[in-house]
């Protein structure tokens, strides 16, 4: 059963065509891998996804009901989480703080609400522990380690029960040691059942965690098909061009 | 997992106890020098640690102090306040101006002054004017996204023009009937501490846990430490940059009403380059002016290490001449202190 299907999404800025209708579909605890070249579309698509975006036109079907995003926020309540290229973490907050961030937890009544520290400890403690990471939760973000960010910013994304999680290029900038810890992380989220959107530009990542393969050329899709009937050959072949589509 | 196996190695290396996190705090090592010379200044000079000397001492920062709270909280956010000296002038120049209502219309003075009201009403409008002051501060910098620097450099010369205006640079020291009962607010003092420090120690303790156990402080910290990252997670930003600037503006007014009550008299010269010295207390007291970090044990401390070397100073016979020279390098001694500790980080 697909949890979000796209159907002819098509963007503008200006005269500069981003997305020339795009349409494909996500199941349930599927994890899709988005791939294409600079400036093909696949971070447009994701903000469109994630609410940053209005698209100019096209329809988004998610969990069976036909969403109209204004703002990120939006999109978080109806279940899609995202995680950021950058991480979007405060560098100076604790981890448990980053993964809070906006949505502490509070004891007491209005106007005496205070932080329950405790509860979001514990709470943060669980989710690096469901994660296997070793991340502890009153550690600064500005003393880990590329992975243990990654740990936090997909850690944030499970506070809710999310159906979706977008990844805009989570193993870009980190060491290889870390990208094994990341992609142990994606593969946990997958086992919660949550339907992963996977943005990156490495091969082996895509070919390692994903089931369904989506590739982008100037703004349409040239490509999508179940990655055990595909190759890396193919997929460099479809995004550099070398092969049309398939 | 040989690569969870790293990780504990790694973490449990950086792993921090009570005591080296203390000692990575500035505020601690600020407290130590402030020790040190009280330690100093008590043999030295005798009439140092009298109890008339520590009394002029605490109560003159404190009026600095409460000043740095507020700006704590903007210096958090990455911002700055050039507009809190100026602030002080003009709010403290609209209390003065209802307590003595003689350049106001006659009915005011009939119906304020039964009771006392008037000094209520005085103070009131102070504080008020502070926040307002402050908010549009913080309006064209949070919404109109106009550089904190430019804003408040503007705001310093228009409330100190605004100060001019309204004294009609005349001194205001006839605090009508219930004058004693203003004096007191400001220039009184419950166990032989003066009300400034009390309310100082009160604010510093207050908004202290407003930044650690609020949702509000940690957005605070949050804004200053990644804005992005903030707005992502659904914060609303705007709002928390300008709220800082209202803070920080009440707090002005809040130190220009107990100044104006010790004093017993305002003029249109009141916190002239108070500023400076507020940002001077707040940087060295470990505020970050990077943003996300600060705190107002450190503003408050900040505030004590400057007046104490400034009392040490002419106690020890050096030309007061000299004291604008200190005051410059602690601002860039306190930064530079920041910037080695950073890079050892």
């Known amino acids: 059963m697909s949890i979000l299907s796209l159907k002819n999404i098509k963007m503008n800025f200006g005269a500069i065509q981003a997305l020339t209708g795009v349409s494909f579909d996500i199941n349930q605890s599927e994890t899709v891998g988005l791939m294409g070249d600079n400036g093909a579309g696949k971070s447009t698509l994701l903000k469109i996804i994630a609410g940053n975006f209005k698209p100019s036109s096209g329809d988004i079907i998610f969990d069976n009901n036909e969403v109209n995003f204004e703002k990120p926020i939006d999109a978080r309540k109806s279940g899609i989480e995202v995680v950021y290229q950058d991480l979007a973490l405060c560098n100076h907050l604790t981890a448990a703080s980053n993964v809070f961030l906006g949505r502490e937890i509070q004891k007491g009544i209005w106007p005496f609400k205070y932080l329950d520290y405790p509860a979001m400890f514990k709470k943060s403690g669980e989710l690096f522990e469901e994660l296997k990471s070793e991340t502890r939760p009153k550690d600064l973000v500005m003393q880990m380690s590329g992975g243990q960010r990654q740990a936090v910013a997909i850690a944030r994304t499970r506070l809710t029960n999310p159906k979706l999680v977008l990844m805009d290029e989570p193993t870009a900038a980190i060491s290889v040691r870390q990208v094994a810890e990341v992609l142990d992380l994606i593969k946990r989220l997958k086992d919660q059942g949550i339907a992963v959107l996977l943005i990156s530009h490495r091969m082996p990542d895509i070919f390692e965690v994903c089931e369904k393969l989506v590739v982008l050329r100037r703004g349409e899709k040239v490509c999508e098909k179940m990655i055990k009937d595909s190759s890396t050959e193919e997929a460099t072949g479809l995004i550099t061009g070398a092969i049309d589509r398939v | ?345």
């Open chain 2, 1 to 345: 997992m040989s690569s969870v196996k790293f990780n504990q190695e790694l973490i449990s290396k950086t792993e921090k106890t009570f005591l080296q996190k203390l000692v990575s705090e500035q505020s601690f090592w600020v407290s130590v020098a402030l020790l040190g010379i009280c330690f100093v200044m008590y043999f030295v000079e005798d009439a140092f640690s009298s109890k008339d000397n520590l009394f002029n001492i605490t109560r003159n920062f404190s009026f600095i102090g409460i000043m740095a709270i507020g700006m704590t909280f903007v210096i958090i956010t990455a911002g700055i306040d050039l507009s809190v000296g100026s602030i002080m002038g003009v709010t403290g120049v609209i209390c003065g101006l209802f307590l003595d209502a003689q350049y106001l219309p006659e009915w005011y003075s009939k119906a304020a002054y039964f009771e006392g009201v008037y000094v209520w009403v005085s103070i009131f409008l102070a504080l008020l004017a502070g926040a307002l002051i402050g908010a549009v501060n913080g309006y064209l910098i949070a919404y109109l996204k106009l550089s904190p620097f430019v804003v408040t450099l503007g705001m310093m010369a228009i409330a100190r023009s605004l100060a001019l205006v309204v004294s009609n640079n005349k001194m205001f020291y006839e605090f009508g009937p219930k004058d004693e009962m203003f004096y007191e607010i400001g220039g009184g003092s419950i166990f032989g501490v003066a009300n400034a420090t009390w309310l100082l120690i009160v604010l510093t303790i207050l908004m202290g846990l407003v930044l650690k156990y609020t949702s509000y402080g940690k957005h605070v910290y949050a804004v200053g430490s990644n804005k992005k990252a903030a707005e992502l997670s659904g914060i609303n930003t705007r709002w928390i940059e300008m709220s800082v600037y209202i803070i920080s503006g009440l707090f002005a007014a809040i130190s220009a009403v107990m100044i104006v009550g010790w004093m017993g008299s305002v003029t249109n010269a009141l916190g002239y380059t108070y500023e400076l010295r507020v940002i001077a207390a707040t940087v060295i007291g470990g505020a970050n002016l990077m943003g996300g970090v600060g705190g107002t044990f450190g503003a408050f401390i900040g505030a004590a290490l400057m007046e104490t070397i400034r009392n040490s100073l002419l106690m020890a016979g050096i030309d007061p001449y000299w004291q604008g020279t200190f005051l410059g390098l602690f601002i860039v001694g306190a930064v530079w202190l920041e910037k080695v500790k950073n890079k050892k980080n």
